[in-house]
């Protein structure tokens, strides 16, 4: 996508979402470690330019399943499983390249999308953000639900393509190519950089 049609980043009212950026799921990619470099300098440019840092992890305390419905695909997975998502985990925890800062926003999450066990929305509505940069792991789970869920939050949707990444590489390209775009701004690390000068 050619960033010269597109409108600027303003800083103040943007975040970057750095979502399930987390050593169980990293693991599951071929290319984890090369991710996770791209990843680190895209959290140092945007931090750079006054940018709001917001991770996103996904892990479960114990009782977090009582009370969720038998049918709960997700709660069938997680419950009696290998504990690689307990919330005191170290595989649910963030790394230590790509780690919060003082005043940047951490919230854990009980499903895929970011926004509907976490007080995610209300944290960037009281800092006045409208847009939002997207990295994240899986682009067919969190990525795909976050773009669906921000759109129809009125926030302006980007996604950085280079810092997501899926299992099967197909999925990743069909998405970012082919759905992302009809409610999303998808673009790579040299293209947003332009926006935000």
């Known amino acids: 996508m050619s960033s010269d049609a597109l409108d600027p980043i303003t800083p103040s009212r943007t975040a970057?979402?750095?979502?399930?950026?987390?050593?169980?799921?990293?693991?599951?990619?071929?290319?984890?470690?090369?991710?996770?470099?791209?990843?680190?300098?895209?959290?140092?440019?945007?931090?750079?330019?006054?940018?709001?840092?917001?991770?996103?992890?996904?892990?479960?305390?114990?009782?977090?399943?009582?009370?969720?419905?038998?049918?709960?695909?997700?709660?069938?997975?997680?419950?009696?499983?290998?504990?690689?998502?307990?919330?005191?985990?170290?595989?649910?925890?963030?790394?230590?390249?790509?780690?919060?800062?003082?005043?940047?926003?951490?919230?854990?999450?009980?499903?895929?999308?970011?926004?509907?066990t976490t007080d995610l929305h209300q944290q960037l509505e009281a800092r006045g953000i409208d847009t939002l940069v997207l990295a994240g792991i899986s682009t067919s789970g969190v990525v795909l639900s976050t773009v669906r869920d921000a759109y129809d939050r009125d926030y302006r949707v980007i996604v950085v393509a280079e810092a997501c990444a899926d299992r099967e590489a197909d999925v990743h390209s069909f998405l970012t190519e082919r759905v992302f775009p009809r409610q999303a701004e998808v673009m790579d690390v040299r293209e947003l950089h332009a926006l935000l000068h």
């Open 16 to 116: 970057l979402l750095v979502m399930d950026y987390q050593q169980a799921i990293i693991e599951m990619l071929p290319d984890g470690e090369e991710l996770v470099a791209v990843t680190r300098n895209l959290i140092r440019t945007m931090r750079e330019h006054g940018v709001t840092v917001a991770y996103v992890r996904v892990a479960f305390s114990e009782g977090d399943w009582v009370g969720v419905r038998a049918t709960s695909g997700m709660a069938r997975r997680l419950r009696g499983g290998s504990g690689d998502f307990d919330v005191d985990s170290p595989r649910t925890q963030i790394p230590q390249e790509l780690a919060p800062l003082d005043g940047d926003i951490v919230v854990v999450k009980k499903r895929v999308g970011p926004f509907g």
